[in-house]
């Protein structure tokens, strides 16, 4: 079954009873995250009930594939419905829940995260074409819906938005539904309380938001896949004066390469769209950079560790592994 436009906020926040595992995919890395967390909370409210919800890796299914079945098929000591869920999934692993949708055991509700695949994935397949299970497809946000949900978080702290702000910060938040979140949630802690009749202007909005969106993400997610070395080192200097988010830069980078894989896998058609400087990347490499990438998105989430140290560390680790690396 496949889930899109307005069904995939109401059906990812309440899943059917009838969905056995649930495939969230997409370009907008921050937007699959939040899907998949809707799907584990409409199940189990506490995320981390290790009791009731087990997290597991694409790769750990890929060495030990009958974990989905036991997990899958394990009761919660406590009662109550439980989730499995399963990150940065690929084709690889198509099989394997092509098989586990065949023959479904118990409630449990599996939650598949993955990065873009194409119409001829054939992970995406499995899900689409099942009766027990379904595809969630993840757009960019369009800037209308951006504007939406920028303005609600505006409004929820007492704040009203000039129609030049908000127009300038959903051209620039619209790429990333994590990316949204976070420097919306900046700019109202930098606003501060907000008073009877209180308006963000767009010189504020350039001011407080700057170079910390979008645009220098993707700059450096660019430099990181060039495997330039000396443009990334400016970008980080950049980055640490300005105070940008490193977790996010991070996303940005790793859904850069989720597309680069994407492209591997669908035989062509995402290839042609790939920026030139990517090309150069061999699959063995590419796996490489996904692993270290997705471990310092998840790291930059779950440890209390400096985040830019721990982001920095990993987007350098990957440019060095580039083919033909420039220093």
Same mark, same amino acid.
């Given at each position: 079954?496949?889930? /899109?436009? /307005?069904? $995939?906020?109401?059906?990812?926040?309440?899943?059917?009873?009838?969905?056995?595992?649930?495939?969230?995919?997409?370009?907008?890395?921050?937007?699959?995250?939040?899907? =998949?967390?809707?799907?584990?909370?409409?199940?189990?409210?506490?995320?981390?009930?290790? *009791?009731?919800?087990?997290?597991?890796?694409?790769?750990?299914?890929?060495?030990?594939?009958?974990? &989905?079945?036991?997990?899958?098929?394990?009761?919660? #000591?406590?009662?109550?419905? @439980?989730?499995?869920?399963?990150?940065?999934?690929?084709?690889? %692993?198509?099989? %394997?829940?092509?098989?586990? %949708?065949?023959?479904?055991?118990?409630?449990?509700?599996?939650?598949?995260?993955?990065?873009?695949?194409?119409?001829?994935?054939? &992970?995406?397949?499995?899900?689409?074409?099942?009766?027990?299970?379904?595809?969630?497809?993840?757009?960019?946000?369009?800037?209308?819906?951006?504007?939406?949900?920028?303005?609600?978080?505006?409004?929820?702290?007492?704040?009203?938005?000039?129609?030049?702000?908000?127009?300038?910060?959903?051209?620039?938040?619209?790429?990333?539904?994590?990316?949204?979140?976070?420097?919306?949630?900046?700019?109202?802690?930098?606003?501060?309380?907000?008073?009877?009749?209180?308006?963000?202007? !767009?010189?504020?909005?350039?001011?407080?938001?700057?170079?910390?969106?979008?645009?220098?993400?993707?700059?450096?997610?660019?430099?990181?896949?060039?495997?330039?070395?000396? @443009?990334?080192?400016?970008?980080?200097?950049?980055?640490?004066?300005?105070?940008? $988010?490193?977790?996010?830069?991070?996303? *940005?980078? &790793?859904? %850069?390469?989720?597309? &680069?894989?994407?492209?591997?896998?669908?035989?062509? +058609? #995402?290839?042609?769209? #790939?920026?030139?400087?990517?090309?150069?990347?061999?699959?063995?490499?590419? @796996?490489?950079?996904?692993?270290?990438?997705?471990? $310092?998105? =998840?790291?930059? !989430?779950?440890?209390? *560790? +400096?985040?830019?140290?721990?982001?920095?560390?990993?987007?350098?680790?990957?440019? !060095?592994? !580039? +083919?033909?690396? @420039?220093?």
């Amino acid at each position: 079954m496949r889930i /899109t436009g /307005t069904d $995939a906020d109401k059906l990812s926040a309440k899943p059917p009873a009838s969905w056995a595992a649930v495939l969230v995919f997409g370009s907008n890395n921050g937007l699959v995250r939040e899907r =998949a967390d809707r799907c584990v909370v409409a199940i189990v409210p506490d995320m981390n009930d290790a *009791f009731r919800v087990a997290d597991l890796s694409g790769d750990l299914l890929k060495k030990d594939p009958a974990r &989905l079945g036991d997990e899958a098929g394990a009761i919660s #000591m406590f009662g109550g419905r @439980r989730v499995v869920r399963v990150r940065e999934a690929s084709n690889d %692993l198509a099989s %394997l829940f092509e098989g586990y %949708l065949a023959d479904v055991k118990g409630d449990t509700l599996v939650v598949v995260e993955a990065g873009e695949l194409t119409k001829v994935s054939a &992970l995406r397949k499995v899900f689409e074409g099942s009766k027990k299970g379904a595809a969630i497809e993840c757009f960019d946000d369009r800037p209308e819906e951006a504007g939406r949900l920028i303005q609600q978080a505006l409004s929820g702290a007492g704040w009203q938005v000039e129609p030049d702000a908000l127009v300038y910060l959903s051209e620039a938040l619209s790429a990333d539904r994590r990316l949204l979140r976070t420097e919306v949630e900046k700019l109202v802690c930098y606003l501060g309380a907000a008073t009877a009749g209180s308006v963000v202007t !767009r010189s504020e909005v350039v001011g407080l938001i700057g170079d910390s969106g979008a645009v220098e993400g993707d700059a450096v997610a660019d430099a990181v896949a060039d495997g330039d070395l000396k @443009r990334l080192d400016r970008l980080i200097a950049k980055g640490n004066e300005s105070g940008m $988010a490193w977790g996010v830069a991070v996303g *940005f980078t &790793l859904r %850069l390469f989720q597309r &680069l894989a994407a492209g591997m896998e669908g035989a062509g +058609p #995402m290839w042609g769209k #790939m920026p030139v400087q990517v090309s150069g990347w061999d699959r063995v490499r590419l @796996r490489q950079a996904l692993v270290i990438l997705s471990e $310092a998105e =998840a790291r930059t !989430r779950t440890t209390g *560790f +400096p985040e830019a140290a721990m982001a920095q560390q990993a987007l350098v680790e990957v440019a !060095r592994r !580039r +083919p033909g690396n @420039r220093r």
